[in-house]
């Protein structure tokens, strides 16, 4: 696979690159990545990139957000908060950017965009795969708190959080994952998947973690993104902000995962089951709707039909598997990414 090529060429460029953090100015925003395709080029470009990246985690000087410059005709420092759905696009080559290993952070992601776009003067990527509301207040694996990005002069904020507070990643190995074990095989599997279901119990069957873990953790992000949003206005008082819901993993009716090669892992669950899922991904937006729309910040929910992980790979805005986009395993697309910040940018604009 193009990203294992892509590690293993950075693991090779750790040895020549200085453990030491330059001193030079903020670089400049990267051009956006090609949607699909690898090259020599590109793998080198990523290489490169996941190196840097490698060698600030040893020393300690990479582990903060990913600070570049643009033109200076839009927003003057924009923010951009958020888990892998505003972190982790296209992991393949030409795509990979600044920051901790661990948050994955791509230049097609949506955040990247929209400040391409903007023409934003500073931009602060503090988005980092697999981050929960409380990594915004406190550091998590050597990764500073995501809040300690913003300024009294900040002047945009992005938000995505809140997939990871109430077990996304817990639902699909619970439906898709374990349901498609053998059993000998399962103790390993929960073990590998341990990361992506954290502080979740997905051996007590998908029904379970959708009704009664996922639905107790709903319950709790609710007040939560409360006091998201009271901080970012305590700290950066002056800033436009924004938040974006979750694109439709799941497509709205069961004939589209019957029919579609790319979805059938969820066969493994009953229909009833995925029907729960379903409600889940909906359940989850009308949260990050709801307390958005109350603490007065602007909000997209980017949840159109036809662009579900059982969609034709050059029409999916989120992937199962990733091995026809790029993606990383149950997370968007480039494609995704660019329909994501289309909506933000008519957000901002109206």
């Known amino acids: 696979m193009t990203s294992v090529v892509v590690l293993a060429?950075?693991?090779?460029l750790v040895a020549t690159l200085p453990l030491v953090p330059s001193s030079a100015a903020a670089p400049p925003i990267p051009p956006a990545p090609p949607m699909a395709g690898s090259t020599a080029e590109q793998v080198g470009g990523s290489a490169q990139a996941v190196g840097q990246n490698v060698v600030g985690q040893v020393s300690g000087a990479g582990m903060g957000p990913g600070v570049t410059e643009g033109e200076g005709t839009g927003p003057s420092r924009y923010v951009a908060l958020g888990d892998s759905y505003a972190a982790v696009g296209r992991i393949s080559p030409?795509?990979?950017?600044?920051?901790?290993?661990?948050?994955?952070r791509t230049d097609d992601a949506y955040p990247a965009v929209v400040a391409r776009e903007?023409?934003?003067?500073?931009f602060v990527n503090a988005s980092c795969g697999g981050a929960v509301t409380d990594d915004f207040w406190a550091p998590d694996k050597g990764v500073p708190a995501q809040f300690d990005a913003l300024t009294e002069d900040t002047d945009l904020v992005s938000v995505s959080i809140g997939g990871n507070d109430v077990g996304f990643g817990a639902v699909i190995v619970a439906c898709a994952v374990r349901t498609n074990t053998p059993d000998p095989l399962v103790p390993v599997v929960d073990v590998a998947t341990q990361g992506l279901a954290e502080e979740f119990d997905t051996t007590t069957g998908c029904s379970d973690v959708i009704d009664r873990q996922a639905s107790a953790a709903l319950a709790e992000l609710d007040s939560h993104m409360d006091e998201v949003y009271a901080e970012i206005a305590r700290r950066s008082p002056e800033a436009r902000v924004i938040t974006t819901g979750y694109l439709a993993a799941v497509p709205d009716n069961d004939e589209e995962i019957v029919s579609s090669p790319a979805c059938s892992p969820f066969l493994a669950a009953t229909r009833e089951e995925r029907d729960k899922m379903r409600g889940f991904q909906n359940d989850l937006n009308d949260v990050v709707r709801a307390a958005a729309e109350r603490n007065g910040v602007t909000v997209v929910i980017p949840d159109?039909?036809?662009?579900?992980?059982?969609?034709?790979?050059?029409?999916?805005?989120?992937?199962?598997?990733?091995?026809?986009t790029g993606a990383a395993p149950v997370h968007p697309t480039s494609l995704g990414h660019a329909h994501v910040a289309e909506r933000?940018?008519?957000a901002l604009e109206g």
């Open 94 to 104: 030409g795509a990979w950017s600044a920051g901790p290993v661990s948050c994955v």
């Open 344 to 346: 933000v940018l008519a």
């Open 304 to 324: 159109e039909p036809g662009h579900s992980m059982c969609s034709p790979a050059t029409t999916r805005y989120v992937d199962l598997l990733g091995v026809e």
């Open 118 to 122: 903007l023409g934003v003067g500073t």
């Open 9 to 12: 060429a950075a693991a090779t």
